[in-house]
């Protein structure tokens, strides 16, 4: 199934929490700074619906996204207010795939965990924590999983600063 | 460095024990050394010096032995394991490597003497001593030839088998003692595995003992004479059928004896690092390392006693024809026929240490009881039956 | 580091789990006080610098706890730090043993971004790096596989081979490791006269000695004891954890990304049925054990072996790298290509704002996903089994930490 | 050697005891199998049969610490690791030696700009005798690194005074 018919079906089925979605376009001739997008299409979410779309889109029979192939953050900008949740899901059956995404505001940077729907999701919950400050709540083991336990601040950011010394060994 | 280390002091009283004990069997009459000793005696040295010489002297050539085995079995391993791998293994420490043991030998003896914090220092320090003692303990029943022997006992393999399982109780004190995890399971899985096989080591045994009806080395050798020095070996099924199988269950539970793979899981170096002996460093752990190469030799020397003729070869009735017996041509024949037999021995285990994967712990106890145990019954069983009623009837064994 | 954590097992206590082997009743008798065993991180067996903080009932597993980070090295940072080709030696580095499936999935990325052709001669030497790297990667896995088991010498045999391969990849582009070969829009250079035969060359051998490979370890008995029925992954399990890759076939689910979403030559080569897809059968043990595992990965140098044919066979004079400036700016988007690595999908997540440097550039490690499973995988097994489940997850710690 | 240690002056007997202890050390270095990142691939291609480092005595690859002698630290050495790595060396009976292996372990390589988590070589955490190039080093690289430790073991004092008191 092409982009356009999961999405058809994700409206039909009226999964939770879909706020929209934003396909590549070509740059507008007329406007200079209008760079067009590339790169795949994705589906918007409310984050603090995820695990609810996700175990929509597992357990539908004619989308079956039963794979979460991964997991992640983005930090857009220093001056963005929002983090980006990405997902990718993959059907094994259906064999297509499913670009999701959630703003998530950097003030609040607390979502549930979709652990519950897939445990993959466990370890890369851990990362996007560790490196972003996002909280995931019903996490079943939110500890660093990378970065040492008593390491400071969330190195993805993008106002991350470098640190001068750890343990007594010298950064720079 | 150089500290003083109880292993020598501590196997050289074992052997003299020892030796004291087959002398006083034999009414210092049967020792080699001792008969020489005895003819260059001078008038002022009192009689009782002698057998005290003699036990210095043997003491002595039965260290070097060992520490010589075990050099030059390091030094086997390494080319052995880089032939079979595509490589040359050591080529520039001496002719093809060959001072290569000398030089991890005296590097070891110069390393760092170290204790870790949390260990148990008494049995630290005993535990090698301990293994390689009673390691050098058992060879002294090994004899060299017919007549040179340091010690001839009428129940020579019980005394081997009995010296050679203590080493267990140095694994488990060297385990304990270090305060690590790892040595512990290295020490424990060493203790289940060597009682487990110890029976049908010793019941597997009992099979050339009934057909030489003697637990002594050298007169299990002496039965199995003539035929050209090679058709009365006893693993020859015209011997007796049982043999065969008798030999496999032996070489079976010699390699899990001697913590060789496929059941090298007391030092299983993928999982246990470096099993019991992860936190000796230097000369101690050398002893371990000694330990296990000498007990090689030697448990393929008893191998080759009970299955394989012994002292008999082509190349030893020959030297007796030509050199006569007893002669020294006969004795050289014998002793290099016995020490290569040994060496073809370790060599088969070196190549099955570099060939097979490592079993795990509950497959090496299944097979030590359920399986090898029974079968070595089985076989001692129809040997002995073989023995009773056919071997009689049989004209090449009377 | 002092700050300790109170250890919770995933599973308390034993009773009630099946009995794997059938051989070890008398091992769950026994009960001892439990004892955590640090494996790790210096540990023959833990392909690298992995921890697993064990803790076992004397050689039962109880619980098993992977800790990672051992080799961290902020490669995504990097990656939003410095300009798009510039980063492409950094993929050679988190996956070391499959570098070229790394230079791979993130050119494609980021020419998905860009939206351009590669040069058809450019995709076979792709296709053909690609493949041949992921023989040296499965030769290195059950190598070391059967390393951890106690056997030594095959892996030495393997490395024989691989490292015939990798004089062939220094040939064509200077590096034994790290290549940094394929490149955004194609690859560095052109393969040098006589090299595609020395390729062919190579097929031939290999054929030959991965037979002796696959008498030698993959069916030796002790190997086979050691491996079937251990470690079991079921179907659902493998789904939830979101295992790809020969862990995924190991449980016999037909998914293949070369096959099943086709990118560079796969979709011609699927037409022209070239390999096919080794799937587990259970034939030792359960399905899903870890020796379904290791043939998967044994099987499947052979069909790479026959891809790399088809490349060979199918390969014509032409352009290999199109017209790419030194200083790349990206269409501004956001991209995820996942290929088929060694070790499972290998994802790359780029997003661009149309500058010079990305935005983000996220690396879905397939090693990473897949070693999720170990805290699942063992308790219940033996203290020897948690290597043989390590080895056959076929982990590379750089892709695991990143 | 404890009471003979670096007491004696400079003589024939000495000079060839030296002589002696220094080649045996040189002729057995055993390493530790400790890889840790690329570099690893390339120092288990140095054990394997194309390049062999068994031919000059060191393929003895000891997993312990306690019985190796040579640390050939292979690969990026990040913080959480560090600390291991001084352990592991501490664990080392002396005379010990480490060989930074590659670009990251000499100075942090490619992640020396933005890699927050790398030490900046390996020196920060553990005396290193000798330093190899490239990323990774070739194994041949390898191989001249022992060569060049083993000149450095050649001329160091066991039961002499030193020349150069540190």
């Not at chain 3, 790290?178 to 250079?189: E, K, L, M, Q």
């Not at chain 4, 933005?114 to 290193?128: A, E, I, L, N």
């Amino acid at each position: 199934m092409n982009f356009q018919g999961i999405y058809d079906r994700i409206r039909s089925i009226q999964a939770p929490g879909v706020t929209g979605m934003d396909e590549p376009r070509e740059p507008n001739p007329q406007d200079k700074k209008d760079k067009g997008r590339s790169g795949d299409p994705y589906v918007l979410v409310d984050p603090q619906r995820l695990p609810e779309f996700l175990e929509c889109l597992r357990d539908d029979p004619s989308l079956k996204f039963e794979l979460m192939a991964d997991l992640t953050a983005t930090d857009p900008s220093k001056e963005d207010g929002y983090l980006w949740i990405n997902v990718q899901l993959l059907s094994l059956v259906r064999k297509h795939r499913l670009a999701v995404k959630c703003l998530l505001p950097k003030e609040n940077a607390v979502m549930p965990s979709s652990v519950s729907v897939h445990r993959g999701a466990q370890w890369a919950e851990r990362e996007c924590s560790e490196m972003y400050g996002i909280t995931f709540e019903g996490h079943p083991d939110p500890r660093n999983i990378l970065l040492p336990e008593d390491w400071i601040g969330h190195p993805l950011r993008k106002d991350y600063e470098f640190p001068e010394e750890y343990h007594g060994i010298s950064c720079k | 460095m150089l500290t003083f280390d109880p292993a020598i002091g501590f196997s050289s009283a074992v052997l003299a024990v020892q030796s004291a004990e087959s002398g006083l069997k034999d009414g210092f009459g049967t020792n080699a050394i001792q008969d020489f000793l005895v003819g260059v005696k001078p008038e002022y040295v009192p009689a009782w010096a002698v057998p005290l010489t003699a036990i210095g002297i043997a003491i002595g050539i039965v260290l070097a032995i060992v520490s010589v085995l075990a050099m030059f079995s390091t030094w086997l391993e390494r080319k052995v394991s880089g032939h079979i791998q595509c490589r040359f293994g050591p080529m520039r420490v001496g002719w093809h490597g060959w001072l290569q043991p000398l030089a991890d030998g005296v590097k070891l003896l110069l390393k760092e003497d170290m204790i870790p914090l949390g260990a148990d220092r008494t049995l630290y320090v005993i535990a090698p001593a301990l293994v390689l003692a009673s390691l050098l303990g058992a060879m002294a029943a090994f004899p060299l030839t017919e007549t040179f022997y340091f010690a001839n006992f009428g129940l020579g393999i019980f005394m081997i088998l009995a010296l050679t399982s203590t080493t267990t109780i140095g694994v488990v004190m060297a385990g304990w003692s270090s305060n690590s995890k790892w040595s512990l399971y290295g020490a424990m899985r060493e203790a289940a595995q060597v009682v487990a096989y110890e029976i049908p080591l010793g019941i597997s045994l009992l099979v050339p003992i009934m057909v030489a009806g003697s637990f002594n080395l050298i007169e299990v050798s002496q039965g199995q004479g003539g035929g050209y020095g090679i058709l009365n070996w006893n693993i020859w099924p015209w011997v007796n059928p049982f043999m065969l199988p008798a030999f496999v269950l032996f070489f079976v539970a010699i390699l899990a004896e001697t913590k060789r793979a496929p059941f090298d899981l007391p030092e299983a170096e993928s999982e246990l690092v470096a099993g019991f002996m992860t936190e000796y460093s230097g000369i101690r752990w050398s002893f371990f390392f000694m330990e296990e190469y000498a007990a090689m030799f030697l448990y393929c020397v008893v191998g080759s006693f009970f299955f394989f003729g012994g002292f008999e070869s082509p190349v030893t009735s020959l030297a007796e024809s030509v050199g006569g017996t007893n002669s020294l041509l006969h004795q050289l024949g014998a002793a290099s026929t016995i020490v290569l037999k040994g060496f073809a021995g370790v060599f088969l285990m070196m190549w099955l240490r570099w060939t097979l994967p490592r079993v795990r712990i509950d497959q090496v106890m299944t097979m030590g009881y359920k399986y090898l145990t029974p079968l070595a019954l089985v076989c001692v069983l129809g040997a002995g039956l073989w023995e009773a009623f056919i071997a009689p009837h049989l004209w090449w064994r009377s | 580091m002092s700050t300790t954590k109170t250890y919770e097992p995933s599973i308390s206590r034993t009773e009630g789990r099946p009995l794997a082997g059938g051989e070890r009743e008398y091992m769950i008798d026994v009960r001892t006080q439990d004892m955590e065993v640090n494996m790790g991180p210096q540990h023959p067996a833990t392909h690298g610098v992995m921890r697993v903080l064990v803790r076992a009932d004397g050689e039962l597993i109880t619980g098993a706890q992977p800790h990672l980070g051992y080799l961290h090295r902020c490669a995504e940072k990097i990656g939003e730090s410095v300009e798009w080709l510039q980063y492409l030696p950094y993929t050679d580095r988190y996956d070391y043993l499959a570098a070229m499936n790394n230079n791979l999935g993130y050119s494609m990325a980021v020419e998905k971004l860009m939206g351009i052709e590669i040069p058809r001669r450019a995709m076979m030497l792709r296709t053909l790096c690609a493949e041949l790297n992921r023989i040296g990667s499965h030769l290195i896995a059950i190598g070391t596989y059967g390393l951890d088991i106690g056997a030594f010498t095959p892996f030495l045999y393997m490395f024989r081979e691989r490292e015939w391969m990798m004089a062939l990849f220094e040939k064509i582009c200077g590096a034994r490791l790290t290549y940094s070969y394929i490149r955004i829009g194609g690859v560095f250079n052109d393969a040098p006269p006589g090299w595609l035969s020395e390729v062919e060359a190579f097929c031939d051998t290999f054929e030959v000695k991965w037979r002796e490979y696959y008498d030698l370890l993959i069916q030796n008995h002790i190997f086979v004891k050691r491996t079937a029925d251990i470690g079991v992954i079921t179907r659902e399990m493998a789904l939830d954890f979101g295992l790809t890759g020969p862990m995924l076939r190991g449980s016999a689910i037909d998914w293949d990304l070369r096959r099943d979403t086709p990118y560079e030559l796969y979709d011609e080569i699927c037409k022209d049925k070239a390999f096919e897809i080794p799937l587990a059968s259970g034939e030792k043990g359960t399905l899903g054990d870890c020796w379904d595992r290791a043939w998967v990965r044994a099987m499947e140098m052979m069909e790479s072996i026959k891809i790399v044919r088809w490349c060979l066979d199918k390969i014509e004079p032409g352009p290999v790298i199109g017209d790419i400036p030194k200083t790349l700016r990206i269409p501004p988007g956001e991209a995820y290509v996942g290929i088929e690595n060694p070790r499972g999908e290998l994802g790359h997540y780029v997003v661009s704002d149309g500058g010079k440097i990305a935005v983000r550039c996220r690396v879905r490690g397939p090693s990473f996903v897949n070693l999720a499973v170990l805290e699942e995988l063992m308790p219940g097994a033996l203290l020897a089994d948690t290597i043989a489940i390590i080895g056959s997850t076929d982990i590379v710690v750089g892709e695991t930490d990143r | 050697m404890g009471l003979f240690e670096k007491q004696f002056e400079d003589n024939v007997l000495t000079t060839n005891v030296d002589w002696l202890l220094n080649w045996c050390r040189l002729s057995s270095i055993w390493p530790m199998t400790f890889g840790l990142a690329c570099c690893a691939i390339e120092m288990m291609a140095v054990g394997c049969a194309h390049h062999d480092i068994d031919r000059f005595g060191a393929g003895a690859f000891r997993a312990s610490p306690r019985q190796a002698d040579l640390m050939i630290v292979a690969g990026t050495v990040n913080f959480k690791m560090a600390e291991r790595i001084k352990r592991l060396y501490d664990q080392m009976p002396s005379p010990k030696y480490a060989i930074a292996m590659g670009a990251c372990a000499t100075g942090g390589g490619p992640y020396y700009k933005y890699g927050y988590t790398v030490v900046k070589g390996v020196d920060r955490v553990v005396p290193v005798d000798v330093y190899i190039a490239g990323c990774p080093p070739r194994p041949e690289a390898l191989l001249e690194g022992l060569m060049k430790l083993q000149e450095k073991i050649q001329a160091s004092s066991v039961i002499r005074k030193p020349i150069h008191t540190v």
